[in-house]
């Protein structure tokens, strides 16, 4: 079945440090959505992502798509230590429910 | 607050038990998802139903149950539970019954099997 690999499964930086965390689908999607988990809280829907190729902003959060549908990133500019938490990426490929990645943890050290 | 509601927020049984999780969807939507969230396991994907049919099923053992009752709220049902069972169980809900809307998850009940 449909997989979706998420790297790297966890990541420490300095604030003011740039993130970036890679997402790879086994199958071609039609979306991708990102979420993303506060330590004690619930996940929370970031973006979609639906256009090959398709770059999008959210001040320092930038989400690409890459242009055979099947992997994005996640590129967060000058961490803060309100970016904490856990990203997941999550792909729709038409047939199955949404599949989560198993998630980047960011901590920040302030 | 996402508008999806789940209770209990705590569970603490024993082996062998049975459980039911309850989980309002946010006004409006018709899809209910269950996932299941263990340590550095991610989220699981259990089961979907849609309007009050099953639409999807995932890697649910066959201990677990759930349904979508007419109001549209659902219940995930666990039993002969197992200490591996313990984990942080989220519901989901979406307005459609595919995946390509957003999901909004509920906080969560949180299952301690001892």
């Known amino acids: 079945g449909q997989q979706v690999m998420q790297i790297p499964q966890y990541q420490h930086v300095q604030e003011g440090e740039d993130f970036t965390t890679y997402c790879n689908s086994s199958?071609?999607?039609?979306?991708i959505q990102w979420y993303k988990q506060r330590p004690g809280g619930h996940p929370v829907f970031l973006i979609q992502l639906v256009k090959s190729g398709e770059v999008k902003k959210q001040k320092r959060l930038t989400f690409q798509f890459g242009e055979a549908k099947k992997n994005s990133s996640l590129h967060i500019t000058a961490t803060q230590t309100t970016d904490v938490g856990t990203y997941f990426c999550a792909g729709y490929s038409g047939n199955t429910p949404l599949v989560f990645g198993k998630g980047t943890r960011l901590s920040v050290i302030a | 607050d996402s508008g999806v509601t789940q209770t209990p927020k705590h569970l603490i049984t024993a082996t062998g038990q049975r459980v039911t999780l309850r989980c309002s969807p946010r006004s409006g939507d018709l899809s209910v998802y269950w996932y299941q969230q263990s340590l550095d396991q991610g989220l699981q994907f259990l089961i979907q139903y849609y309007n009050g049919e099953e639409r999807a099923k995932g890697n649910i053992l066959e201990r677990f149950s759930a349904q979508q009752f007419p109001d549209l709220h659902s219940e995930l049902n666990l039993s002969s539970l197992e200490l591996g069972d313990s984990a942080l169980y989220f519901c989901?809900?979406?307005?459609?019954?595919?995946?390509?809307?957003?999901?909004?998850f509920g906080n969560g009940t949180r299952l301690t099997v001892t």
């Open positions: 199958t071609t999607l039609s979306n």
């Open positions: 989901a809900s979406s307005p459609e019954s595919k995946g390509s809307s957003p999901l909004h």
